[in-house]
């Protein structure tokens, strides 16, 4: 096998106050057997270490019988009990917390979809693993000191921000930090500082490329790559972000419960998301029945933190719908990859008795789009006489809305029809004007779901 890893840089990890040094690049080629062993030695301390400090872990674990020296294989894990976003309701603020507030330095913070939102802590040692994670992240995708990154994801309460932009500066790139939004600013300064890297949520970074062709700016900009994620996304929707901005466009993946970005990212041949695997230990369940599922299976994601102090996660439940790939990858990494996520569990809609995933519709309107349709739509669902309602607005694009000849019916009964075939229900689909669906500046809100509201 010819390995085309791109040279990686030293990092420094501290974990538990021991100083290691270690190549990131013996790290994430290290052979499977040897990874598995540094997992088990730090699974067995962060158990230990949660048992006696977490009490709500420490309650559930005695509920079962379970104490931290039984753990002792990987395949032990699936004995212990799982951990839920509801968890972080329940004791929220700092119930799960395994520091004295005295020894954590940065908050974050979700807002979940429902209820009240979760908030972790991490101490400085966190803050470093998670700058070092995020940063092999960048180097997986071959960004270097001589980049100029824009970190347009929000700074504040949402670890996008934070997250990258240390992780940048670890590197030794120039940072600008935009955070979101102001729109023709970021266009702007991505032109006058040469900006040759862009982090902004997949939905953000669509946004950004229509308004560079619009201002006709496209040559002036250098990007050459971009980091996206923090929300599900299609690569029909990839193809679209790298023409509308000449860069080459990688998925990350991460969330606040476990670290934030820098979970797992792609390496340059984009075939999946290497899981840092020396730092979060990945299963696959079924999400009914809570059983971890044979290799290759497609689940629910699960993580278990090895190395974290302020906020250890054991067995966390992400509600991400995926599949894990073990084949090696051509780039060297001996660290699995997860396939895109589906969606989460949570976000998939129940349509008359069907399953339907927006990121499903995305891709039959990419497709379909025939460059008769903008990939802006959104999904509205409803019930009227206790039957749902499936209803799809779809921006048409400047070219169609201008063409007075063809009929835009036939437009929709064409998606329709797709539709249709990839969802095994009917969605009445309707073609709206362009710009007329607002534009998101982190992630997008694709689905309006009036249900509940009756
Ligand atoms: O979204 C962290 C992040 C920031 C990741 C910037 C990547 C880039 P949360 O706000 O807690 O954290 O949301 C986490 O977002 O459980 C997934 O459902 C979704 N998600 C994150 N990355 C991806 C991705 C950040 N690449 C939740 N593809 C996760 C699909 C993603 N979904």
């Known amino acids: 096998m010819i390995f085309t890893l791109i040279p990686l840089p030293v990092l420094i990890l501290y974990h538990g106050g021991e100083r290691m040094s270690y190549l990131s690049k013996d790290l994430e080629t ?48 699936a004995k212990v009990p799982f951990s839920y976003k509801k968890d972080l309701r329940d004791y929220y603020p700092f119930g799960l917390f395994a520091e004295p507030l005295k020894n954590v330095v940065r908050f974050h913070a979700s807002s979940g979809t429902t209820g009240k939102r979760i908030v972790v802590g991490y101490t400085r040692n966190d803050l470093e693993t998670w700058a070092e994670c995020a940063a092999r992240m960048m180097s997986a995708i071959g960004i270097t000191d001589e980049d100029i990154i824009q970190v347009s994801y929000g700074y504040g309460l949402f670890t996008g921000g934070f997250g990258v932009h240390s992780a940048a500066e670890k590197l030794g790139c120039a940072v600008i930090p935009m955070s979101s939004g102001n729109t023709k600013l970021q266009i702007q300064n991505m032109v006058d500082f040469g900006a040759t890297v862009l982090c902004c949520t997949p939905s953000y970074a669509m946004h950004l490329g229509e308004e560079v062709n619009h201002m006709g700016v496209k040559d002036q900009i250098k990007l050459k790559c971009g980091i996206f994620g923090a929300e599900p996304w299609t690569e029909s929707m990839r193809r679209e972000i790298e023409k509308s901005l000449g860069l080459k466009a990688y998925d990350i993946y991460g969330l606040t419960e476990v670290i934030g970005p820098g979970v797992a990212c792609e390496c340059s041949e984009k075939a999946g998301m290497h899981i840092w695997e020396d730092h979060f230990l990945p299963e696959i369940i079924d999400p009914d029945t809570g059983e971890v599922l044979p290799e290759g299976s497609t689940g629910e994601l699960v993580f278990t933190s090895l190395t974290k102090e302020a906020f250890p996660v ?141």
């Open 30 to 77: 290290m052979p499977r057997d040897e990874l598995k062993a540094l997992q088990l030695k730090r699974l067995k301390e962060q158990i230990a270490r949660t048992y006696e400090r977490v009490e709500c872990f420490r309650k559930r674990m005695d509920e079962k019988g379970l104490k931290p020296e039984d753990i002792q294989t990987l395949e032990d894990l």
């Open 314 to 454: 054991i067995r966390y439940r992400t509600r991400d719908i995926c599949r894990l790939e073990y084949q090696p990858c051509k780039c060297g990494r001996t660290h699995l990859r997860m396939c895109k996520p589906q969606g989460r569990s949570d976000d998939m809609l129940i349509v008359r008795g069907v399953n339907v995933f927006p990121s499903q519709i995305e891709e039959v309107l990419l497709k379909t789009s025939g460059g008769d349709i903008t990939p802006n739509y959104q999904i509205i669902v409803d019930r009227v006489n206790n039957t749902d309602t499936f209803d799809v607005n779809v921006e048409m694009s400047e070219s169609l809305f201008e063409d007075e000849v063809r009929s835009i019916e036939s437009i929709e009964k064409r998606i329709t029809s797709e539709l249709r075939s990839t969802l095994g229900i009917g969605a009445k689909v309707h073609l709206v004007n362009p710009k007329s669906i607002e534009r998101s500046e982190g992630k997008a809100k694709r689905v309006i779901d009036k249900r509940n509201l009756h």
